[in-house]
T-cell receptor, first 112, second 117 residues
C-alpha cells in the first residue's frame, strides 16, 4: 500500500546550524506535498508545500526539495532556532484521491 | 487561512462510554476531515465529513464506531463510541481551504486528547 516514511525518528541539531529532514514516499502518482510542524500539545501547523511540477521551493528560512525520480523530498531549515524544536511530518497527496498520506514524523531537537 | 477550535481539548473517559468531539471553523469550508493520532505516531485519516450527506470513512473505520455529523459548512462532530483503551489518541479536525481541483492548504485544529481507562 501507499506509505510515506521518514529516514530518522530523531534529529539533534546545534542552534544556528542548518537542519535537513528527509522523507520518502511510495506512490508515484503523488503530486502534491506538504511539510507540517507539530509542537507538543498542538495540532500540525502548515510550513510549506510543493507541487510535482517543481523541484525546489523556498520560504522564510525553509526550503523544500523534491526528487520525483527517487520519490524523495526534504525540508531544510536554515539557522535552526530553539523554537524550531518540534515533530515534523511530510504529507503526500495525488490528484486521483486528494487524500493526504502522512509520514511517521521526525522529532527535531535544537541544542543550545 | 482558517481558525479551527475543538471541544473538549482533552478528556478522560471510562471504557464503554462515548465521547462527542466538536469542531468549529471561523469560515465556511467545503472539505472537513477527522484524523486520529495515536501516541508517538503519525496521523491517520478517519473520514471525510460531508455536509448534507453521510461521511466517507477510510478503511478500518466504521460509522457505528465513529459517527460523524456535518450540519453546515462551519461545524462538525465526531463521536467515539463504546470506547476502549485502544481508542486513547489525539483526535484532530482539519479543513481544506480553497476550491478543488486545485490543491489547497489543509489546516488543523488543536486536537482533542482522549484517554480511556
Amino acid at each position: 500500500g501507499e506509505s510515506v516514511g521518514l529516514h530518522l525518528p530523531t534529529l539533534s541539531v546545534q542552534e544556528g546550524d542548518n537542519s535537513i529532514i528527509n522523507c520518502a514516499y511510495s506512490n508515484s502518482a503523488s503530486d502534491y506535498f506538504i511539510w507540517y510542524k507539530q509542537e507538543s500539545g498542538k495540532g500540525p501547523q502548515f510550513i510549506i508545500d510543493i507541487r510535482s511540477n517543481m523541484d525546489k521551493r523556498q520560504g522564510q528560512r525553509v526550503t523544500v526539495l523534491l526528487n520525483k525520480t527517487v520519490k524523495h523530498l526534504s525540508l531544510q531549515i536554515a539557522a535552526t532556532q530553539p523554537g524550531d524544536s518540534a515533530v515534523y511530518f511530510c504529507a503526500a497527496s495525488d490528484s486521483g484521491t486528494y487524500k493526504y498520506i502522512f509520514g511517521t514524523g521526525t522529532r527535531l531537537k535544537v541544542l543550545a | 487561512s482558517a481558525v479551527i477550535s475543538q471541544k473538549p481539548s482533552r478528556d478522560i473517559c471510562q471504557r464503554g462510554t462515548s465521547l462527542t468531539i466538536q469542531c468549529q471553523v471561523d469560515s465556511q469550508v467545503t472539505m472537513m476531515f477527522w484524523y486520529r493520532q495515536q501516541p508517538g505516531q503519525s496521523l491517520t485519516l478517519i473520514a471525510t465529513a460531508n455536509q448534507g450527506s453521510e461521511a466517507t470513512y477510510e478503511s478500518g473505520f466504521v460509522i457505528d464506531k465513529f459517527p460523524i455529523s456535518r450540519p453546515n459548512l462551519t461545524f462538525s462532530t465526531l463521536t467515539v463510541s463504546n470506547m476502549s483503551p485502544e481508542d486513547s489518541s489525539i483526535y484532530l479536525c482539519s479543513v481544506e481551504v480553497g476550491r478543488r481541483p486545485s490543491y489547497n492548504e489543509q489546516f488543523f485544529g488543536p486536537g482533542t486528547r482522549l484517554t480511556v481507562l
